[in-house]
Every structure is written in structure tokens, then in C-alpha cells.
């Protein structure tokens, strides 16, 4: 019965009328017909999307005026942002062996998607020497402090995600020992997380090129 | 001080009496009293506003009733709950009633209050809309605060400020004037130094900063504004009577905050122009530092409009 | 039949419906001193070590404050308190007691001890991630308390963090490390926070035990909840200005940092916007104003309700007021902005909806005072705190309609008619809420009673001196006498007198401000030797006070969770003996009167 509640029907229950107490007798606890983890990560998401909202929205209200210089992309750039679409394909590939319960694929799977992540980070940071070289500091111009703000905090989030990649690998690590269940959740959440920063970063990039 | 200090000792000494005389009352009536009290302090308070010298009297207004609506809300509460505290205080043998909600009380309050709140905000904005709306005939001046004091300009005979960019600002530039705006060169430039403005004339107060945020802010005068670098803010008000005003920094601009004061005085028109009559134009300040040759540019540039 | 008969009632609870239970490996256990007292997953430890933590630092912004309020009643009396050493005071002071005292007791201390309990659950959701925030919690303290030891100490910008002030030479800390430490303690404090947080949400919306509907939910639990909420979209402006102005210090980008001339030189910067800041800052600020009241409004709901033995008035009223606050309080930041430069027109929009919110806070403050209408009220020491609460905050409520209405707001702005204003409601308020949630909660804790005389000291010098100091520091504001004014009393707009009310307040905080050590000593002794207070003292419903022993064990509630069969707010139900049903006592259970109303 809670998952046809409306908000609305939810918050003008009377808790105190007898017929409504028989109903919310037989209530299980749960709000949302989702997992605890689920619902963790999306809380995560919802911050980090409200986080990068702001920069993106200080960004547009600063990219206006007249002293603002658009920045290069370097090839570079482009190459790094198809490895983060491949590692996400990698992903969506991992899933499914998980649901096939093909562990062995996914350690494999989550192997290269690691190796993925590690070569998007040098990437990005061969992106800011190159830049660096070029004469592109930092402080130089709005743009490019945006651009360095926006590579960096993504890289963070992705550091982040490989915290959580190394608890997910570690749950198929030895082949006898996974609890089947926690283990394709885990690999899910781990997905899901992925795929939101490739959006992010994409976000981020078509912003900082169509500027 | 001492009548304060005399009022606090004898609300105590109450206080104790009840306490002593009424132990089962006497967390109500302090209620009551505190409520009394506050009635008291506001009638006979020493420490209220300075007499206004601008035009914002009606600002005042709006305070005023302010005063009345919520006050009135703030003592019915407090001394309704006072009275719940009286009459019903435990007793074993009592049960307490037995109501959830009554959607009809509920209804009437939250009408009433938004009605209350409508209340203040409709004079309150009608007001705020005179505030921002500048009159046509406001002359400009310029006040241009830094760490920790205030400069200001005044446009001269030609009425119009000349323009200025932060990046001028020299040891001899003080005020960053654009040297190829032959608007600028008439300018009175008063530099931390006294301001003086005249009766009944209502002046656009254009704010700048050239460092960190500063407000200028006279309490007499009731209108305050901050000062951002980089942009130019501004309020008007027409001063009412004649009088030496102190100003005081009201954003907190570091450590001399404090100390950054300075004085306006509003002139009849006799001593308004003698005093206009010793100030110094730009140009003036221009030629005593041999920069004639700035001046011809500037001039040429007027004739070729 | 006696109280402890709903005790005996619970050892065997009905089979009527089926308890939830945890799977036995989402419960974690401790195995050494180290894991179970210092790096510990149990809720209600983490909130403790939350709480001490946050009073601690807390008692460090008191001395502060005193400092403080000596210089201002009788200048240069403390020989070390410069103009720069009070403006570090002012910024730490402030900042402690927003950020890292109110914020975090109410939501890392009473958030993390409370909701578990309150909802039946066996602990939080994420105990591991729960540990971790505290300790990030505790790094961003340390980080705070190392800048007072950096040279040129501590920031003192102001607890706004206004650039370009803020990182300029001019600015105490301005141009070294206590800036740089200030921000990087309040990023950690939000990653810490963010942390936390994702606890208490999801342990409210999907860990509640069996029967406990959102609407059957204690309002201190919706009150708490509510502000986590309000964190996860304020907290992020924080860290996001807080992120652009380190940039704009140590590498010289110009995010918030226009063109200036300081002190005569020209500087690198150009072209970033002050205002900017300030909007991040206040759409952080204000919704943190909610999020230290919202929990204080659902706890002393609960307070009235259980000392004056009846259910809170318009409960539902209350949950969408509470709510309705959080969801509006995303909409009026620029309020604290009315004179800062902003376009006027924005006076319009932001005058309006802040007034709008006036109105379902008057509801609450209604729905408390109603409560007592044909009530029984036990005037104990947490009702007394309770009551109290009630007057600071509708005398800090009613001065924000002054505030909030952008022309009243003009001559009042920047001076002490705020600084009143915001201490009275944001300040005095939470705090007597704070303390009588102690007095209230410390038998759930300890399993003894504060000692009363102590309390009733504690309160009346707390409560009638806290009004002393704000109630006439407001009509300072209307004089005109600016905040943030290390000395004036050469002014000669204001009275002489205004010099001897600002003695006279200074006195008076002193007393107050002494009066908490005999709190502490309250505290620290009754823990101990307090008289012994049994299961569930105040005779409450809700079920914190339902677990098998007191203080709640290991996993809270014994082999089986509780049933809920009702709202926390059965007091004095007719038909009932006694004058309160728990939440977990079923209807054919309740003593002497079969169930002809619940």
C-alpha cells in the first residue's frame, strides 16, 4: 500500500483516527520501495549535481562579460572523454555479467575499468601541463580558472569512485568466497556512479566548448 | 543607568516576593512579568532613535507600526501562555483534553496573520518603492570610500560627473578620473576631508569603493547603501535641517572599520556656496602638478564635440 | 495500575503483528575498547562524542564572547584585545557557535543519538560511513582551533566571509594562513557533514520499524530530518564559495575579486564579483538558519507535549509548517542582502516571501501555546526550558518581520538591532531548546536526573539574564549604535547612557555566561551521582524510552523491534487509566480500558 501513496496523501494522514491506525499497523518502516544503498548513492548524486549546479551557474553569470577568453581543447581532451564513455560501456558490460553471475567477467571487466580511470586521470593531467605550457594559467582569465576548477573537481569524484571501485573489485576478488547477492548490488551502485560522472563530465566539457 | 539598574532590582525583588508568596504561580506570573517588564522598558527606554534630518520620516513610520502589529502579537502570546501556566497547572487527579486539531482555529489564525503580515508589507514596500525610485532633480555626488576613509566629488558647474576607471588611480590620480573625459575636469575633488550639502536640495548619493565593501550610512538621515568595488550604487534623500552629521562605516571593512568615520554638514545656501567657493576642481589639481598639457588634450577633445 | 505496568506489557508483546527484523550482518559489533568507545559505529556513542566535541568548542566561543562583550562595556580593560583581536573574536565567535556548536549538537549529537531510537531502529543505516563523519567533524574542529596558533591568527573577517574584505591585508588573517585554514575547516566540516547526513535521511525515510508511518513520527525526528535535508542543498553553496575563494587567495584567480586598489597599490585581481559571494553565501546561510531551527522547533514540540501530558495541537499543521519553513527558506536568502549593493528590484521578491514564512512559523508558535490550553502541566525543568524558548523566539521571530521587511530593514541593518535580533532567535532560542533537551534526555543517557535545584538556578539565570542582554541590545539598533564596532563611545549621536546599557549588558552576560559552568558541574556530577531515574521517567510515548534497559544496549532493542500502533502524542487518551500510551503498547494491551479510543 505505501508505494501508491501520493506525498500529499502521505503527509494529510491522521495518525490518531482509528481507521488509519489499522492501516499504519501493518506499515513495513519503509518510505520508498528502494534499496538503503540505492538510495545512498542517489543522496550522493543529488549533492554533487547541486554542487556542480552552482559552479555552473556562478559560470554563466561570469562568462558574460566582455574580458573573458575561451579556452583551447586540446586533442587530449576529446581522447580522455571517449576512455571515460569506453570505461562506462565497460560498466554497462560488467552489469550484465553480474546478473549472469559471471564473477570472473566482472573482475576482468572491473580490472580494465580501473586501468581506464587511472589513464583518464594522467590524461587530464597531461591536458594541464600541456595548457600550463601553452601559457594558460590559472589565474590568467575567468575561463581558465573555470577550466581547472571543473577538470579538478571531476577528477575528485573520480578518485572518490575508485575508492568505492576497490571495495567493488574486492567483493569478487576470490572467486570462492562472494556473496552473490551483495556483490551484484555492489557492482551496481558502483555502475550507476560511473555513469553519473561521464554525465557530469560531459555536462561540464559541451559546457566549456558551445561558451 | 541607575534608573535601568533600579528598574532590574526591583522586578528581582518582585520576582523573589512571588516566588516566595505564590510558589505554585510564580513561574506564570515571571512570565507575565517579563512581558510587563518589556512593556515598561519600551514606554520609558532612554535609548531611542536620533531625530531624523531627511525626508525618510515615513521609514520611521514603517518601523513604528511594525512595532504595534507585532508587539501586540508578541504579548498576547506570551501572556496567554502565561495564563495556560496558571490555570493549568499538574494535578494528578486531572486529565488534560483530548483534541488533535481543529482545522476551523487553525484556518482562523493562519488568516489573520497572513491579514497582519499583508499589513506590514504593503506600506512597507510602497515605501521601499520611494526609495529606490531617485527624483529627477536629485543632484549627483560621488562618495568614494577606501580603507579607512571617505573621498567625495562633486560634478561642478557642467552638472555631470566625469567618468573614472580604477586602473588610474595614481599617487596623483587619487580618484581614478579618465583624463579623456572633458566632463571630469570641473569635478570637485574633496579628499578625506568634510562633505557639505545644501537644505531641501535632495541629493543622489552614488557610492563607490576602491577597495573592499564599505556603507555610508548616516543615522539621521536613515538611509544607508553598501559600496561594492566595481560597482556604482547609489540612494537619494533630501536633507531637512541644517546640522553636523557624523558618518559612520556600517559593512565591516577590516580592521579600521571602526575608526571610519567622517562628518557631513548640510548648509543654507549662503554657507553652502562660500564653502563650495574653497574647494578644488580637478583641472585646479591638474595644473598645480604640471599637467597643463593633459588639461589642452581634455579641452581639445570637448571643442571636437 | 502503575507506570512500570506498560513495562511488563512489553516484555511479552503481542503476536498480533509480526516484528521487522535486521539482518544479524547489517548490525555491526564491537570487539575492543578502541572500536567500542573511540573509533565506534554505534550510533548513540558517535552522537555523544559529537555532542562533547561541540560543547567543547562551543565553550571556547563563550570565552570569546566574553572578551568580547569586555571591550565593548568597558574599553581597553582587557590589555591584549586590540582592534584586530576583537575582530578575530567576533568572526571565531560566530562561526563557532553557528557552524560548529548549534549545527552539529543538534544534528550530529541529538540527530545521531535520537533517531535511531525514535524510529526503532537498531542504529543508522551506514554505521561505518556515521564513524567516518565524525571524525572528519573533529579534523575540521582541530583545523578551526590550529588557525588561533598560525601567525597573524585566526581569520577575523566577519563570520560572512565577505570578500574582497576577507582575503585583503586590512583584514586581521587577511593576507595569512587563518583565512586559509577557516575555509579548508568549513569544506571538511561539509564533507563530514554530507557524510552524516546521508545517515540520518535514509535511516528516517527506509529504516523505521514496523507500524512507524512518516505521520506517527515524533516531530523531533521530522524536525532534524527536515534539516538534513535543508543541509543537502544549502551545504554545497558553502563549500562551492568557500572553493573559489581559496582559489581566489592562494593562486590569484578572480572569481570573487574585482579590480582594487589597496592601500594605494594596484592589485592582480579583476573583474570577479563581491555580490556573487554573497548570494552563495546567504542561499548556504539562510536555509542554515532552519536547519539550527527546525530541530529545536521539533524538539520542544515534543518537550510541551510530554510535560503538559497532552498530544501536540495540530500535529499534521505542524509537519507542514515544518516543511512548508524548509521549503520557502531556499527562497528569501537575498533578505540578508536588502542594502548590500544588490538590484533593488530583488527588495520586492525577497520582502515578500520572507514575510510569507512569517506565517507558518506564527502557526507553530500558536500550536505550542494552544498545547497548553486545557493541559496538565508538570512545570519541570525541561518544560520551564520550553516555555522559555517560546518567548525568545517570538521575540527574535517578531524582530525578523522588522528585518525581513526590506525598507524597515534599511536603518536597521549592520546594527545592533540585528545583532539582537539574530542572537535572541537564533542563538538564545536554540540554546534553551538545547538545554532542555538535556535536562529532558540525560536519564535516557545516563539512567539518572540532573539535580534539580542546580537546574532551576541554571534556568532562571539563563532565561531572564539571555533577555536582559537582547531584549535592550535592540533598542541599541534603533539609536543606531553599528555592529561590528570595536570601540565608539566617542560617537556623539548617541547618548551617554548608551555606554552605560552596554555595561550593564556586559555584567549581565558575564553572570550568564558563568552560570553554564554550574551546568557543566550539573552535568558532570549527576552522570554520576545524580538520583536515579528508571525506565522511562517523564512518562513518555515515544520509544526511545521502550528499549529493554536504560541507557538502550547494544543494537537498542533487545531480540525483537517494537510494534507501533500508534503516534507518539496518546496523552490522557479518554477511556485510558493511565495518562499515556506508548507507541508500542497495542490496543487490547492498554491497561484497564479495552480500546474505545486510540
Known amino acids: ?211 | ?305 | 495500575m502503575a507506570a512500570d505496568s506498560y513495562e511488563d506489557i512489553a516484555v511479552d508483546k503481542g503476536e498480533v503483528i509480526p516484528a521487522l527484523e535486521v539482518p544479524p550482518q547489517d548490525l555491526y559489533h564491537a570487539k575492543s575498547f578502541w572500536t567500542r568507545w573511540i573509533f565506534c559505529q554505534d550510533a548513540k556513542i558517535i552522537g555523544i562524542q559529537y555532542s562533547i566535541t561541540a560543547i567543547s568548542i562551543g565553550l571556547v566561543a563563550l570565552v570569546l564572547s566574553w572578551l568580547m562583550r569586555l571591550q565593548l562595556g568597558f574599553p581597553q580593560l582587557v590589555p591584549f584585545l586590540g582592534a584586530a583581536e576583537y575582530y578575530q573574536f567576533v568572526t571565531m565567535h560566530g562561526m563557532i557557535m553557528v557552524i560548529y556548536l548549534l549545527t552539529a549538537l543538534f544534528l550530529g549529537g541529538f540527530g545521531n543519538y535520537l533517531i535511531p531510537l525514535m524510529v526503532g531502529a537498531r542504529d543508522m543505516v551506514f554505521p561505518y560511513v556515521n564513524m567516518v563523519s565524525y571524525w572528519v567533524y573533529l579534523l575540521a574542529v582541530l583545523v578551526l582551533v590550529a588557525s588561533f596558533f598560525v601567525p597573524g591568527g585566526p581569520t577575523g573577517a566577519g563570520w560572512t566571509l565577505y570578500p574582497p574584505q576577507a582575503i585583503t591585508s586590512g583584514t586581521p588573517g587577511g593576507d595569512g594562513l587563518g583565512i586559509v585554514l577557516m575555509l579548508i575547516s568549513l569544506s571538511i566540516f561539509v564533507v563530514g557533514f554530507t557524510m552524516g547526513g546521508l545517515n540520518y535521511v535514509i535511516t528516517v525515510l527506509q529504516a523505521r520499524t514496523r507500524g512507524m508511518t512518516l505521520m506517527r513520527l515524533p516531530l523531533t525526528v521530522w524536525g532534524i530530518f527536515t534539516a538534513t535535508v535543508l543541509a543537502l542543498f544549502a551545504f554545497p553553496a558553502l563549500i562551492v564559495s568557500c572553493i573559489m575563494m581559496t582559489l581566489d587567495n592562494l593562486l590569484g584567480t578572480s572569481f570573487f575579486m574585482p579590480a582594487l586598489v589597496e592601500f594605494g597599490e594596484q592589485s592582480e585581481y579583476s573583474g570577479g564579483s563581491p555580490i556573487l559571494f554573497q548570494h552563495l553565501f546567504w542561499f548556504f546561510g539562510h536555509p542554515e538558519v532552519y536547519i539550527v531551527a527546525l530541530p529545536a522547533f521539533g524538539i520542544v514540540s515534543d518537550l510541551i507535549s510530554i510535560h503538559a501530558r497532552k498530544n501536540i495541537f495540530g500535529y499534521r499543521m505542524m509537519v507542514w509548517a515544518i516543511v512548508i519553513i524548509g521549503a520557502l527558506s531556499f527562497i528569501v536568502w537575498a533578505h540578508h542582502m536588502y542594502v548590500a549593493g544588490m538590484n533593488p528590484w530583488f527588495g520586492y521578491f525577497f520582502a515578500t516571501t520572507t514575510l510569507i514564512i512569517a506565517v507558518p512559523t506564527a502557526l507553530k508558535v500558536y500550536n505550542w501555546v494552544i498545547t497548553l490550553w486545557k493541559a496538565n502541566i508538570n512545570l519541570t525543568i525541561p518544560m520551564l526550558f520550553a516555555l522559555a524558548f517560546i518567548v525568545t523566539f517570538v521575540n527574535g521571530g517578531i524582530t525578523g518581520l522588522f528585518l525581513g521587511n526590506v525598507i524597515v530593514d534599511v536603518p536597521l541593518s549592520d546594527t545592533y538591532f540585528v545583532v539582537a535580533h539574530f542572537h535572541m532567535v537564533m542563538g538564545i532560542a536554540p540554546v534553551l531548546v538545547v538545554f532542555g533537551a538535556i535536562y529532558h534526555w540525560f536519564p535516557l543517557i545516563t539512567g539518572r536526573f540532573l539535580h534539580e535545584g542546580m537546574g532551576k538556578i541554571h534556568f532562571w539565570i539563563s532565561f531572564l539574564g539571555s533577555y536582559a542582554i537582547y531584549f535592550p541590545m535592540h533598542y541599541l539598533g534603533f539609536v543606531g549604535v553599528p555592529r561590528r564596532y570595536f570601540e565608539m563611545y566617542d560617537s556623539e549621536y548617541m547618548a551617554v547612557s548608551t555606554n552605560y546599557l552596554n555595561q550593564f549588558i556586559t555584567i549581565v552576560a558575564l553572570i550568564v555566561g558563568f552560570t553554564q559552568i554550574l551546568f557543566l558541574y550539573n552535568i558532570i556530577t549527576s552522570a554520576k551521582f545524580g538520583k536515579k531515574a528508571g525506565k522511562n521517567p517523564w512518562k513518555a510515548c515515544s520509544l526511545e524510552w521502550r528499549t529493554p534497559e536504560v541507557p538502550a544496549g547494544h543494537g537498542n532493542f533487545g531480540k525483537e523491534l517494537p510494534v507501533v500502533y500508534r503516534w507518539a502524542y496518546d496523552f490522557n487518551v479518554p477511556g485510558a487509566k493511565e495518562d499515556f500510551i506508548p507507541q508500542d503498547i497495542a490496543p487490547d494491551q492498554i491497561p484497564e480500558a479495552k480500546a474505545e479510543a486510540t
Open chain 2, 1 to 305: 543607568m541607575i534608573i535601568a539598574l533600579a528598574l532590574v532590582l526591583l522586578f528581582a525583588v518582585i520576582g523573589i516576593i512571588i516566588a516566595v508568596a505564590f510558589p505554585r504561580r510564580a513561574v506564570s506570573m515571571a512570565l507575565a512579568l517579563v512581558i510587563i517588564g518589556s512593556i515598561a522598558f519600551h514606554f520609558w527606554t532612554p535609548w531611542w532613535w536620533t531625530e531624523v534630518a531627511s525626508n525618510w520620516g515615513n521609514i520611521d513610520g514603517t518601523i513604528i507600526l511594525t512595532f504595534w502589529v507585532t508587539g501586540a502579537v508578541f504579548c498576547a502570546v506570551c501572556l496567554f501562555m502565561s495564563y495556560c501556566v496558571w490555570r493549568f497547572r499538574y494535578d494528578k487527579d486531572r486529565k488534560s483534553d483530548y483534541k488533535p486539531e481543529n482545522s476551523k482555529l487553525e484556518w482562523t489564525l493562519t488568516i489573520l496573520t497572513t491579514l497582519g503580515v499583508c499589513a506590514l508589507l504593503a506600506p512597507g514596500l510602497i515605501v521601499w518603492n520611494k526609495f529606490v525610485t531617485v527624483p529627477e532633480e536629485a543632484a549627483d555626488i560621488e562618495v568614494m570610500a577606501q580603507q579607512w576613509y571617505w573621498n567625495y566629488r562633486l560634478p561642478g558647474e557642467d552638472g555631470v560627473l566625469g567618468l573614472t576607471d580604477l586602473r588610474n588611480i595614481n599617487d596623483e590620480n587619487p580618484f581614478g578620473m579618465n583624463l579623456d573625459d572633458p566632463n571630469g575636469l570641473d569635478d570637485v575633488l574633496i579628499e578625506g576631508d568634510d562633505l557639505h550639502i545644501l537644505i531641501n536640495q535632495p541629493v543622489k548619493m552614488n557610492l563607490r569603493s576602491i577597495d573592499v565593501l564599505h556603507d555610508f550610512y548616516i543615522p539621521q538621515f536613515r538611509a544607508k547603501m553598501d559600496m561594492v568595488p566595481g560597482v556604482v550604487t547609489y540612494y537619494w534623500f533630501t536633507p531637512i535641517r541644517t546640522g553636523d552629521f557624523e558618518i559612520l562605516c556600517m559593512e565591516y571593512c577590516g580592521t579600521g572599520h571602526y575608526a571610519m568615520r567622517g562628518r557631513v554638514l548640510v548648509d543654507e545656501n549662503q554657507d553652502y556656496q562660500e564653502w563650495l567657493s574653497e574647494q578644488i576642481t580637478f583641472e585646479e589639481i591638474m595644473a598645480s602638478i604640471d599637467q597643463t598639457d593633459l588639461i589642452q588634450m581634455a579641452l581639445n577633445k570637448k571643442g571636437n564635440n
Open chain 1, 1 to 211: 500500500m505505501k508505494k501508491k501513496e501520493t506525498i500529499f496523501q502521505l503527509l494529510t494522514q491522521k495518525p490518531w483516527d482509528p481507521a488509519q491506525a489499522k492501516i499504519d499497523n501493518m506499515h513495513d518502516g519503509e518510505t520508498l520501495n528502494l534499496s538503503k544503498g540505492k538510495l545512498g548513492l542517489r543522496y550522493i548524486m543529488v549533492v554533487s549535481s547541486i554542487f556542480f549546479s552552482l559552479f555552473i551557474i556562478t559560470y554563466s553569470d561570469r562568462l558574460v562579460y566582455a574580458d573573458w577568453q575561451q579556452m583551447p581543447e586540446p586533442l587530449l581532451l576529446w581522447f580522455n572523454t571517449l576512455i571515460l564513455f569506453i570505461s562506462s560501456a565497460f560498466f554497462i558490460s560488467a552489469q550484465t555479467a553480474a546478473k549472469n553471475n559471471q564473477f570472473a567477467k566482472v573482475k576482468q571487466k572491473l580490472l580494465i575499468i580501473g586501468f581506464l580511470a587511472f589513464a583518464f586521470l594522467l590524461g587530464q593531467l597531461f591536458v594541464w601541463l600541456q595548457l600550463i605550457n601553452l601559457g594558460y594559467y590559472v589565474a590568467a582569465n575567468p575561463a581558465n580558472a573555470y577550466f581547472y576548477v571543473f577538470t579538478a573537481l571531476h577528477g575528485l569524484h573520480l578518485i572518490g569512485g575508485l575508492v568505492y571501485w576497490n571495495m567493488t573489485i574486492k567483493k569478487v576478488w576470490i572467486t570462492s568466497d562472494i556473496v552473490v547477492v551483495d556483490a551484484k548490488h555492489t557492482v551496481e551502485l558502483c555502475a550507476i556512479y560511473w555513469h553519473f560522472l561521464l554525465a557530469v563530465w560531459v555536462v561540464l566539457f559541451g559546457l566549456m566548448l558551445f561558451s
